[in-house]
């Protein structure tokens, strides 16, 4: 199977360097017009895959949204991913998972395994139980073809108490966790299949990020914050790796599927315009 990093690099080759955010919080349903309950959350989901599936390179479902509806809502989100399989978007799970041995191989089992219902493109994951404790989730993303994303610098500003706090060696616990996943993408060749979250939101982020080899996934554009612009200030010299990522500034436009696809153009033109570095 091609690596998940070969397949982004042409997903975003072909549709333009753009996530979106699948998270159908209850005040986003409300101004939808739409019910806080199964059916509101089948019907938001069912028209962003219409109006985005087919369009943008990578979607991100947000699967606590999911969750908070139990085990119907989990299989809105497997029949969620399925359709955007169907559509040709990669679908990156936002789930953030990560704990040691036996339960982080389930979790990878549950979001890497193509036999899983659940199966996606790649995850979100939490490197602060040890960047090692994941050695099963990369395991099985090498075998078969998958990606995951490990926090390093997010966009809350509780984060920064951690994410900037100074190991042994002088290095910030954000730094160890660059330079671990910067080993994982050694050698890949055109992009490593495991990323960073980096969010758009921090400013000049001190860190270094120029080995990483894989994708950096900007997450806080849009309603957080951020604008296309504030990339550069980010990533600097490291923008031909950005993912930039939005959800409500997208998501606000519908329940019209034209609005969703204008607003999602207009954020890829500006990003774009931004990235152009890239090439």
């Not at 040709?88 to 339960?103: A, N, P, Q, Y």
């Not at 990878?108 to 493109?121: E, H, I, Q, R, T």
């Not at 926090?151 to 966790?177: H, I, K, W």
Request: with cysteine; charged share 20%; proline share 5%.
């Amino acid at each position: 199977m091609e690596s998940f990093g070969t397949r982004l690099h042409r997903a975003v080759t072909e549709r333009g360097p753009l996530c979106v955010g699948i998270d159908p919080h209850p005040a986003l349903l409300a101004r939808w017009g739409l019910d806080d309950d199964l059916q509101g959350l089948d019907r938001f989901t069912r028209t962003v895959v219409d109006a985005l599936g087919d369009r943008v390179a990578v979607v991100k479902p947000q699967s606590a949204f999911f969750e908070r509806f139990g085990s119907r809502g989990a299989a809105v989100l497997e029949s969620t991913i399925r359709q955007l399989r169907n559509a040709g978007s990669l679908v990156l799970l936002d789930v953030k998972r990560g704990d040691i041995g036996s339960t982080v191989r389930a979790y990878a089992s549950a979001y890497l395994d193509p036999s899983s219902p659940m199966y996606v493109d790649a995850v979100t994951a939490s490197p602060y139980l040890g960047v090692g404790s994941l050695a099963p989730m990369v395991e099985l993303a090498t075998e078969h073809g998958g990606g995951v994303f490990v926090l390093a610098l997010t966009s809350n500003p509780e984060g920064a108490a951690v994410q900037r706090a100074r190991t042994a060696d002088g290095r910030t616990v954000a730094q160890t966790v660059i330079d671990e996943i910067s080993q994982l993408n050694r050698g890949a060749e055109p992009l490593g299949s495991f990323g960073l979250v980096v969010g758009a939101t921090i400013g000049d982020t001190g860190h270094d990020l120029s080995g990483v080899g894989g994708p950096l996934l900007a997450p806080g554009l849009g309603a957080q914050g951020a604008g296309a612009a504030d990339l550069r200030t980010v990533f600097g010299s490291n923008l031909a790796a950005v993912l930039p990522s939005y959800s409500r500034e997208v998501l606000s436009a519908g329940p019209d599927v034209t609005a969703l696809r204008a607003a999602a153009d207009r954020v890829l033109g500006e990003c774009r315009a931004v990235l152009a570095a890239r090439d």
